[in-house]
């Protein structure tokens, strides 16, 4: 019998999927909302591998693609996705009150796994999205480059340096002619450190649609509302998809319980900072 998708995306890309047409609703009515000031759009490319690969492929049919190495009919309509994203973005910047602002796309994507120590790095689970994430990654490499056969109209950010993408996507957000105010579509936390350099940052969620704001990245990444979210206390506390946490259970729990009852959610950085010198916390690496 042949192996069906398992929603009503359809493998040339002409409708999005169930976790990236959420996204592209949302931006859509923040863009056309009245007085909209969002100038700068960055989609993680991870984030719509991960929403194609999760939601369009059915457990059989992947372990028949992993089988036969059909991988790159998957990151053809990764690729597609970004594609469809992109235009729908540009479509409704079209419908924008022209402004002397520069609007800006940028689609990027990262290998996170040379930023953080393989001691507190977690490895994917899933090898079906890490090996078409490889193929867009190359992708995206090699048309940067002027290689390669997609020729993709928009702006492509690539990076495995061991600097974190934030700091990538800071120099070039900062570098533009606009307000710097920022809508970001990502799972990775890692990239949520940006917010602090933004005059505005809003983050839209897969799947829901979302829209938070850099108040509700504690309770996002933490699970914990009254906790500062900065590079120091994710690297302590770690994420879910990324970063493993740098303290052990109990000295973790320990932090957290004198950080909920001391308020340290409303100190400055570097104030937190000498509070965890002064309870003899060290940080392994930084991010």
Request: proline share 4%; glycine share 2%.
């Amino acid at each position: 019998m042949e192996q069906e998708l398992i929603n009503t995306m359809s493998l040339d890309g002409s409708t999005l999927d169930l976790g990236s047409q959420p996204v592209s609703e949302t931006i859509q009515n923040i863009l056309l909302s009245p007085n909209c000031d969002i100038d700068t759009i960055l989609i993680n490319a991870s984030t719509i591998c991960r929403n194609v690969c999760s939601t369009v492929y059915s457990t059989e049919l992947k372990k028949d693609m992993v089988a036969k190495n059909t991988l790159e009919a998957v990151a053809d309509n990764v690729m597609r996705t970004l594609q469809i994203l992109v235009s729908n973005i540009e479509a409704d910047f079209a419908c924008m009150p022209t402004t002397p602002v520069v609007r800006y796309i940028r689609v990027y994507i990262a290998d996170y796994s040379t930023i953080i120590p393989s001691t507190y790095y977690r490895f994917p689970t899933d090898q079906f999205v890490a090996r078409v994430e490889q193929i867009v990654r190359d992708r995206i490499k090699y048309s940067r480059n002027g290689h390669g056969s997609w020729k993709l109209n928009f702006a492509q950010l690539y990076f495995e340096s061991k600097i974190p993408p934030y700091i990538h996507l800071q120099e070039d957000i900062l570098s533009a002619e606009n307000l710097h105010n920022v809508l970001m579509v990502s799972h990775h936390p890692i990239d949520y450190h940006l917010h602090s350099n933004m005059n505005k940052w809003i983050l839209v969620s897969s799947f829901t649609g979302a829209k938070h704001t850099a108040e509700a990245l504690s309770e996002m990444v933490f699970n914990k509302p009254l906790l500062p979210f900065n590079q120091s206390t994710h690297i302590l506390f770690g994420d879910k998809v990324d970063m493993k946490a740098a303290l052990q259970r109990g000295a973790k729990r320990k932090l957290i319980e004198t950080m909920t009852k001391e308020s340290w959610y409303l100190l400055a950085e570097k104030d937190i900072e000498t509070k965890l010198h002064q309870n003899q916390i060290l940080l392994p690496y930084h991010i």
